[in-house]
């Protein structure tokens, strides 16, 4: 049973106890959704110009990055066409989000469409249109690709790399890259230095997300550089370490253990990279030298 665990902004995420880790920051679910994934990919801005917007999440679960874009797409533009294919591989996690009232503080009718999108599997009203494909995203996003869908805005929001890195592997996200326009923005709350290689290895530029609760920063990408920020020079050695090493998942069907054997002999066939400790030590004193 998912039990609702409060956040520092007020808000409820919930606990995984296959993966060990609760599914938001704890310094707050609702502001993670806003300032990690939808403010960086401009959708208000989008929405102020724009008479359709089309969006991906991948890894939907309770719904706060998709109620939170709708919201803010209305706001600009009630009338802005959506479009939104969204993948889950666990229908209690939304089922529970709204049957404890968790969308609760969204607007009414952004909760109501999505209630009908959790309960269906499909929503149409004359300014919206959602679909939710239940299952492992590996399998779920090809059904996607067919359709020749291209997103505006994709957000990928998995369990973290070391706890699920079956979703941050370079064949995935080649995946979720086809789902992209060539000026389309991708934003995660990760800025490990293997999903930003995975990244890049599919074309796409990668620069540093928002800061937001989390000490590090997130990671917002796109095939046109025009929108992303540049690396520093601390993220730019960063991708030059063993840490940058991919995970790789050829068959998209391998489990995790499999998955970080793989990357384990990668690294250790990788000896021109740097040891990422050594880089962390490098950066960390240097911050600190600079601090007194
Ligand atoms: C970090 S949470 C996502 C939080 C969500 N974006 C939100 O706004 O509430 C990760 C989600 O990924 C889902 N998940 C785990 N493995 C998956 C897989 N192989 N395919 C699709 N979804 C998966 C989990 O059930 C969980 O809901």
Redesign the pocket.
């Known amino acids: 049973m998912l039990q609702p665990q409060a956040t520092g902004d007020g808000s409820y995420t919930f606990y995984s106890p296959e993966f060990r880790e609760t599914?938001?920051s704890r310094s707050g679910a609702r502001e993670e959704?806003l300032g990690k994934f939808v403010e960086p990919c401009r959708l208000g801005a989008l929405a102020s110009q724009a008479e359709e917007i089309t969006l991906l999440d991948v890894?939907?679960?309770?719904?706060?990055?998709s109620a939170a874009a709708l919201t803010a797409i209305r706001e600009r533009n009630p009338h802005c066409f959506v479009r939104l294919w969204a993948?889950?591989?666990?229908r209690q996690?939304p089922q529970a989000a709204l049957e404890r009232g968790l969308l609760a503080d969204y607007p009414p009718a952004v909760t109501r469409d999505l209630t009908t999108l959790v309960e269906q599997g499909d929503v149409k009203t004359p300014y919206f249109e959602a679909q939710i494909l239940w299952g492992?995203?590996?399998q779920t996003l090809p059904q996607i690709i067919k359709t020749d869908f291209q997103a505006d805005a994709v957000?990928l929001?998995?369990?973290s790399p070391p706890k699920?890195p079956?979703?941050w592997t370079v064949e995935f996200i080649a995946l979720v890259a086809q789902c992209l326009k060539p000026k389309g923005l991708l934003a995660t709350y990760s800025c490990a230095a293997a999903v930003r290689t995975a990244l890049k290895l599919n074309g796409l530029t990668v620069g540093p997300g928002p800061q937001v609760g989390r000490r590090s920063p997130g990671t917002l990408a796109s095939f046109d550089p025009a929108w992303i920020p540049p690396l520093s020079p601390a993220e730019r050695e960063h991708l030059q370490t063993q840490a940058a090493v991919p995970y790789r998942d050829p068959s998209l069907t391998d489990d995790p253990e499999t998955i970080h054997r793989r990357r384990q002999g990668e690294q250790a066939q990788s000896p021109d990279l740097e040891p990422t400790r050594q880089w962390k030590r490098r950066w960390y004193e240097q911050n600190l030298e600079n601090a007194l």
């Open positions: 599914f938001h959704a890894c939907y679960g309770l719904g706060y990055n993948l889950e591989r666990d996690v492992c995203a590996r957000f929001d998995p369990f699920c079956q979703l």
